[in-house]
């Protein structure tokens, strides 16, 4: 028997598939060094920029205190019994609930519940859902893009001002974008070989949304429903069995709350806040579903109005610039617009499944009917609802800028560059003006350099390398200093209360207007229980406890509001409570001034198929040569991995069968002809260094 010295480390096999040569590395190695087929500093740079993220999040965390306290109460109730942990319930005697699903809730709790109560342990869990959103947005854009496209896309949406908001928050809006984003990568998963369990996965991100924000999670359905029924590369029947079973997995993931809670009897379980008759699909499509959009909810304090404004702002197509919202997300949203028309030029004349143009349609029609419903609802809008939409508009970025870039050869790519950059400088140049106190040089230093990296980009076809590089850094520079500082202006302060903003100009805004839920009166905070409304609501960041804690509760008193009378509430249990807790949400629910008050809404052009790899190349000295080559094509027509090119399974046809056969013949050949050059070629003699040792 013949063994080898150990340290000989065997060639990887002929038949291995290139995707797979370093299946059977250590974890840890492959953690670091990622896909075959990446260049080494791909895994590196994913890595360094996740980390990155998560320690700007976390800096300087503490400041915002226990957040919106509203939900931090319900936070720290669920933390204390299991049965308003379930329910949603703003004290942990469970008499009356927030006025959104729990699931929202559900991680902060846990994280209560670990680690205990404390700013850290209730926001901690969004910054690490923040770094879950930019972790799926580059696996989306890189499975089809490049490696630079999804980097990138990345970085846009940590610098987006509103994303650095929220993701330090305790509101449900975090929760949502990162579902709404898991959403789409998974309807595009689906798009490249029309597997079912995508799909129907992409209905239980949708189910869960549900439980976090009612129907905002249902905005982007229709374009979803739509692209997958016209471009699924599977038969049209199956196309729609698929979306049917992907609505069933979406009312199971999200109906099993909602029927336990409607099956729930009224009297062992807590109110349903913010609903007229205890019932939370009452809830659902009334205060929180369309009277969001005709601005006819039942105890709303107005709408929004038409041209004129209203008490939510003036509604029409340029809400999303307007002097109130502008500044929070729409930085870069005019470039978003210009490249996904560029990237449907581009991908336009491709056939009907190419996957390119899909990731086009799916990110762009998910910002555009986002950004259409929050432009013209007429009820409860804050600003920091935008935080929707960074998500959408940061993939459209990076898909849209690397494409451009690989293009850059053909004049229109380069004068489409140049023209985003310079809208995307003077853009920011307009919304830093209306800060004129907040770093005053920043303005035209921004607009100064987007017109030099413009005509640059126009040129880039005739500049050397290093000219078109200092181009493409000039234009990086000048489309995100604007936002990046807004960005550190937001992780520098603390923000609390109902109603915060992002940027300098945010003060942490309290209660506003509306309620905790941003739209009923109610106590001292706009909205608040009795004793929440002081210092703590006004965004000092201090993180202390409110003024006025030390009086105690009023007497509880069943009162009348509307036509409904309120159920006494019960007695909470006598465990320690928060700072916020010394004003019960009991006295509060049962007080005659106030009424369970809702929290506010969070609120390719010629396309290639999918190239399947040939067989890899056993060593140097056994590879034929090989003359001829053909050019190397963009990495965003070519395939971005081993399991989107694998043929699919399929029983519904025949013609399927016989493309799967096809297909599979023409590998088993490649493989063949492989084998027969590893045959002729003469027996490798044993490298320095081998021992053989024979043994009887």
Avoid at 48 to 73: D, E, H, P, R, T
Avoid at 115 to 138: C, D, K
Avoid at 474 to 499: D, E, K, M, R, W
Wanted: some cysteine; glycine content about 12%.
């Amino acid at each position: 028997m013949t063994t080898l010295d150990p340290a000989y480390a065997p060639a990887a096999r002929p038949d291995t598939p290139p995707g797979h040569a370093r299946a059977g590395a250590s974890l840890p190695r492959r953690i670091w060094r990622g896909r075959a087929e990446d260049a080494p500093w791909v895994r590196p740079a994913f890595l360094a920029l996740l980390l990155a993220i998560m320690l700007a999040y976390l800096w300087n965390l503490s400041a915002s205190g226990y957040a919106n306290s509203f939900y931090s109460a319900a936070v720290q109730a669920g933390s204390r019994s299991w049965k308003a942990f379930f329910f949603g319930s703003l004290d942990a005697g469970n008499a009356i609930t927030v006025d959104k699903p729990p699931a929202t809730l559900w991680p902060m709790a846990l994280s209560v519940r670990v680690f205990g109560l404390s700013s850290w342990a209730i926001l901690a869990p969004q910054v690490v859902m923040a770094a879950a959103t930019a972790g799926v947005l580059y696996a989306a854009v890189r499975r089809r893009f490049s490696a630079a496209a999804g980097l990138l896309t990345m970085a846009v949406f940590a610098l987006t001002p509103v994303a650095a908001l929220m993701f330090r928050f305790n509101n449900p809006d975090a929760l949502l974008a990162l579902l709404m984003t898991v959403t789409v990568y998974c309807v595009l998963r689906a798009m490249e070989n029309g597997r079912t369990k995508w799909l129907v996965w992409a209905g239980v991100a949708v189910g869960i949304a549900f439980l976090s924000k009612t129907l905002q999670a249902f905005l982007i359905l229709p374009p979803l429903a739509v692209l997958y029924a016209v471009c699924a590369p599977v038969p049209v029947r199956r196309r729609f069995g698929q979306l049917g079973l992907s609505a069933l997995a979406m009312v199971v993931a999200g109906g099993w709350w909602v029927a336990a809670v409607e099956l729930w009897p009224a009297s062992s379980r807590p109110y349903i806040g913010g609903s007229q008759n205890n019932s939370f699909l009452e809830l659902t499509f009334g205060y929180n579903g369309l009277g969001r959009i005709n601005g006819e909810e039942t105890g709303s304090v107005g709408g929004g109005g038409g041209p004129g404004g209203g008490q939510w702002g003036e509604t029409g197509i340029g809400r999303m610039f307007n002097s109130e919202v502008g500044a929070q997300i729409s930085w870069l949203l005019p470039a978003a617009l210009i490249l996904l028309v560029a990237g449907l030029w581009l991908t336009w004349r491709a056939k009907r499944t190419d996957t390119a143009r899909a990731a086009f349609l799916a990110w762009g029609s998910s910002l555009l009917m986002t950004a259409a419903v929050f432009s013209f609802m007429a009820g409860i809008f804050h600003q920091y609802y935008t935080v929707a939409l960074a998500p959408y508009l940061a993939a459209l970025i990076g898909m849209g800028a690397t494409v451009l870039w690989e293009e850059r050869a053909r004049w229109w790519a380069g004068a489409a560059l140049a023209g985003t950059v310079a809208v995307t400088a003077y853009w920011a140049y307009v919304l830093l003006g209306r800060t004129p106190d907040y770093q005053p040089w920043l303005r035209t230093a921004v607009l100064v350099t987007g017109l030099v990296a413009a005509v640059g980009l126009v040129l880039v076809a005739r500049l050397g390398r290093q000219l078109a590089l200092v181009a493409v850094a000039l234009g990086f520079a000048a489309s995100l200093a604007g936002p990046a500082a807004y960005t550190v202006s937001t992780l520098n302060t603390g923000h609390q209360g109902s109603i915060v903003t992002a940027g300098p100009s945010s003060g942490g805004m309290g209660g506003g207007p509306g309620g905790p839920g941003g739209g009923r009166g109610g106590g001292p905070g706009g909205g608040m229980p009795p004793g929440q409304g002081g210092t703590n609501q006004q965004g000092t960041g201090t993180g202390q406890p409110p003024t006025g804690m030390g009086q105690p509760p009023p007497a509880p008193r069943p009162t009348k509001v509307g036509a409904r009378v309120n159920p006494p509430p019960r007695t909470a249990d006598a465990a320690p409570r928060p700072p916020w807790a010394n004003a019960e949400p009991v006295a509060w629910a049962a007080s005659s001034t106030a009424r369970p008050s809702a929290p506010r809404p969070r609120r390719s052009w010629r396309r290639t198929p999918r190239i399947t790899p040939g067989p890899p190349r056993p060593s140097a000295r056994r590879t034929p040569p090989v003359t001829n080559s053909p050019p190397r094509s963009p990495s965003w027509r070519s395939a971005a991995s081993t399991e989107a090119t694998r043929p699919r399974r399929s029983r519904s046809s025949r013609s399927t069968s016989r493309t799967v056969a096809s297909t599979t013949s023409s590998r088993a050949a490649a493989w063949a002809e492989a084998a027969a050059w590893a045959a002729a070629a003469p027996p490798r003699r044993s490298p320095p260094g081998w021992r053989r040792t024979s043994r009887r």
